[in-house]
């Protein structure tokens, strides 16, 4: 799809059920924000970009001086086998940046992978021996801020101001009406395709399937006409990959854990077994069982085991970040041979578009990203917090420079000045596909900001889907049983 | 030079006083300079084994929901017991469990004893071969997990490629991401990293056969199999029960060859206790039912700790009255 093609598509797409999604992320505060919400498109996006000049080390210096001396500890989600070298070397560039700004703060950094932070930094807490700031995946920050081990922050503790964030990534940092942290990136993902393969079944290579119900179609008909899986379905338990990939579809039907998609979720009403989510449940049946069009790893795969594949030509349709053109670039340096001439072909035939919608129209997309938040001191290692240090890497991270930076190739500034800076104009021009992901951005659906989430969404629902997919119980059964599940958490300490 | 045996008291206690049946106090008062040496190691063990141990039972009888901190548990009595001897994934996970470590442990020792008695032969390479075989057991366990989930991976898996490409099966053989086949095909992977130690154990074991016993047997006319029945065999009872004992328990507490290669799907197909517990207490946040859930696996575990004694001590027994 082009890029005009691309811009009057998304226009046209915004439909009143994206309005509806998108106040559910933007809030009311859209209004008071640095960039208006209300006209988003790749085009205003484009037309704000490199208006504005920030100077990080002035900003922050104000926050926490400069020659400041002291230490910090931090922990954060680091850059894993499925991202970018691009990626590695902004995390390189960042922590050079931040010593060289802040000479005399010694900064310890640890960086994990997304699927082990959350149990490092919960073990850690239990022997009070965490880091003073820690970077976690949204959906983490309710889970520690309810029980008690993260200070009070706000963006205006570091020289910021609420409005500066997404609305949505601000109510991931709320409980019981206190702030605990700072969005430090936000972001929505798309649909990849390979436009050969597409071309191959028989399907017009520049369109990508409009509903989820098209995806089942096309999966099988590639798979049929092919050879070659269609849909890079991802169901691995324990792995964030999974809510992440099947969420926005059960969204779509009309289904959810509760009704966080709705405008004002207050999370009571256990939907996972509605009839709208059996409905998207039956489609990723349908896939994996009846037609047997996805990779049959699907059980054991992450979006890591589905980019090797899709470069390989061996997978036409895949959700995920716009890094992963830059993934693909990365991986296609290691090929040699016939498979370096096949992985740049599927390089040159890859295409981004809009997630596809439901039945009724609905289009959705997980709302995601990450946070920073410092600790109380009693749970850290040594049972002290050297604030002003902590609050410096805060602000150096959240700034509209580094905001920009960290997210370069597979996500968003949290910070919305971010969308202002010069980098923001050299990624466009840099970062192909962005524009895509960008646009998806008021179709974000934040997950559920309870403390109970990283269960339902990590356990749960990939228990669910393995339950329907290996044929252990029927997609009724598997629904009933998470709702079950889900119940318990809710309610006590049944498993 | 004047030797002390081993039997008389430390501290110049007369040894009379001890045979008379003494009480426990008095004994130790007698004995205090053989306490004393033993001292830092008991206070060691302590630390690191027994606190952890009653720390294990005491939050298994809380519970520790995920909105609160472990130090808010709320005390519920043998409630987290229950939930797990009511819950069905439990008693999938047990059977599991005991799949997992008889077929594990018995494959682990017959291929160990196949190696031991190949190798007590004398051939050329002997010692090669010996470096070869050990290198499963000596590898990191994590490697060796990832190294199998992309020998057996249902896409592009060395052993399906080549089972296609001789015609033997005309698609991909799906090993892990199916219910039927995942277990087994974990207990492949951890039989071949175990097999070396029951291997070393029990080639270590062989040395200790008499060979004037298998030269008689030889002069008595019994074959290969009757000198290997009658003869070797019964002598590496010990060991073999030592060797079994210890891949039993190893096989009770195996958590990174699942984890890594399944993380115990799909469908809970291949959660074993151990990575169920990990699960439970690390994935979902429910220590209390974790703790509960490893209380009752430390009394297994205790249980076969128990016969390994016994089964050492009656192997010691044998071999100081052959």
């Known amino acids: 799809m082009s890029k005009d093609k691309f811009g009057c598509a ?37 037309s704000i970009a490199g208006t504005q000049d920030y100077d990080t080390a002035a900003d922050c210096g104000k926050v926490t001086p400069l020659d400041y001396r002291g230490r910090v500890t931090f922990w954060y989600q680091g850059a894993f086998e499925g991202d970018p070298d691009l990626l590695r070397q902004y995390y390189r560039d960042f922590f050079a940046e931040f010593r060289k700004t802040y000479p005399n703060i010694q900064l310890v950094d640890q960086a994990l992978t997304y699927n082990d932070l959350l149990d490092k930094f919960r073990t850690a807490l239990l022997g009070s021996a965490g ?117 926005p579809q059960l969204w779509a039907y009309g289904g959810g854990a509760f009704d966080e998609a709705s405008a004002n979720p207050n999370y009571s009403q256990i939907e996972i077994n509605s009839a709208a989510s059996k409905r998207a449940l039956q489609a990723s049946y349908d896939m994996f069982v009846r037609d047997k069009s996805v990779p049959v790893s699907a059980l054991t795969n992450q979006q890591a085991d589905n980019q090797p594949l899709f470069l390989a030509g061996q997978l036409a349709m895949m959700i995920s970040h716009p890094s992963d053109y830059d993934v693909m670039q990365d991986l296609k340096k290691k090929a040699t041979g016939s498979d370096a001439q096949t992985a740049q072909n599927v390089i040159d035939n890859m295409r981004y578009g809009l997630i596809p919608k439901g039945p009724d129209g609905r289009r959705a997309v997980v709302f995601g990203g990450s946070n920073m938040h410092i600790l109380k001191p009693e749970y850290v290692d040594g049972g002290k917090v050297d604030q002003p240090a902590a609050k410096a890497l805060v602000c150096f991270w959240t700034s509209p420079e580094w905001s920009l930076k960290m997210a370069y190739a597979g996500s968003n500034p949290g910070n919305l000045n971010g969308f202002k800076t010069k980098w923001m104009k050299e990624r466009l021009e840099n970062i192909k596909f962005l524009d895509v992901t960008t646009s998806m951005l008021p179709y974000g659906v934040p997950f559920p900001t309870i403390p109970e989430t990283p269960e339902i969404m990590n356990i749960i629902v990939p228990d669910m889907l393995q339950n329907a997919l290996t044929g252990t119980m029927t997609v009724d059964q598997a629904a009933e049983d998470a709702a079950k599940k889900i119940k318990n958490v809710m309610s006590g300490n049944k498993l | 030079m004047s030797i002390r045996t081993s039997d008389a008291p430390a501290g110049g206690a007369p040894a009379r006083a001890v045979a008379r049946g003494d009480g426990v106090l008095r004994r130790t008062w007698i004995h205090r300079a053989d306490y004393l040496y033993v001292l830092p190691a008991i206070v060691v063990m302590l630390i690191v084994i027994a606190y952890p141990v009653y720390y294990t039972i005491d939050l298994s009888f809380y519970s520790t929901p995920p909105s609160l901190q472990l130090r808010d548990k709320i005390f519920i009595g043998f409630d987290n017991y229950k939930t797990i001897l009511e819950s069905e994934v439990f008693w999938r996970v047990t059977l599991n469990t005991f799949i997992w470590t008889i077929v594990s442990t018995g494959s682990a020792y017959i291929l160990g004893l196949g190696c031991a008695l190949c190798l007590h032969q004398a051939f050329p390479g002997r010692a090669v071969m010996r470096a ?147 699960e439970i207490a690390f994935g979902r946040q429910r220590w209390g039912i974790a703790a509960a859930y490893s209380v009752i696996l430390f009394l297994i575990v205790m249980s076969l700790g128990y016969f390994y004694v016994r089964g050492l001590g009656g192997a010691e027994k044998e071999g100081g009255g052959s």
């Open chain 1, 10 to 46: 998304v226009r046209r797409g915004v439909s009143m059920a994206a309005i509806a999604a998108a106040l559910a992320v933007w809030g009311p505060a859209s209004a008071q924000a640095p960039i208006d919400l209300s006209k988003w498109s790749p085009e205003y996006v484009r």
């Open chain 1, 131 to 247: 880091p003073m700031v820690v970077r976690l995946q949204i959906l983490g920050g309710v889970e520690f801020a309810s029980k008690g081990y993260l200070q009070e922050l706000k963006p205006e503790d570091i020289g910021l101001k609420t409005q500066d964030f997404w609305p949505g990534a601000m109510k991931s940092n709320t409980w019981k009406g206190k702030t605990y942290g700072v969005p430090t990136n936000n972001e929505t993902m798309a649909l990849i395709w390979n436009a050969d393969l597409f071309k191959r079944a028989g399907l017009d290579p520049e369109k990508p399937p409009e509903t989820w119900d098209d995806v089942v179609r096309y999966s099988k008909q590639i798979k049929e006409k092919t050879g070659v899986a269609g849909y890079g379905l991802v169901a691995r338990k324990n792995a964030g990959n999974t809510p992440y990939r099947f969420m």
């Open chain 2, 132 to 278: 070869i075989l050990i290198i499963p057991w000596v590898i990191s366990a994590v490697a060796a997990s990832y190294i199998w989930k992309w020998i057996y991976h249902s896409n592009f898996g060395v052993i399906g490629a080549i089972l296609v490409e001789l015609g033997i099966m005309d698609r991909q053989p799906n090993f892990i991401d199916n219910v039927n086949t995942v277990l087994a095909s974990l207990i492949v992977v951890n039989v071949w990293r175990e097999f070396p130690f029951a291997m070393i154990m029990l080639a270590a074991g062989l040395q200790t056969v008499p060979d004037q016993l298998l030269r008689a047997a030889k002069v008595d006319g019994a074959g290969a199999w009757q000198s290997f029945w009658h003869v070797t065999f019964p002598h590496l009872r010990g060991v073999s029960i030592a060797t079994i004992l210890l891949l039993a328990v190893a096989n009770f507490n195996s958590f990174i060859v699942t984890w890594i290669m399944t993380g115990g799907g799909p469908s809970n197909a291949s959660h074993i206790w151990i990575t169920h517990i990990y």
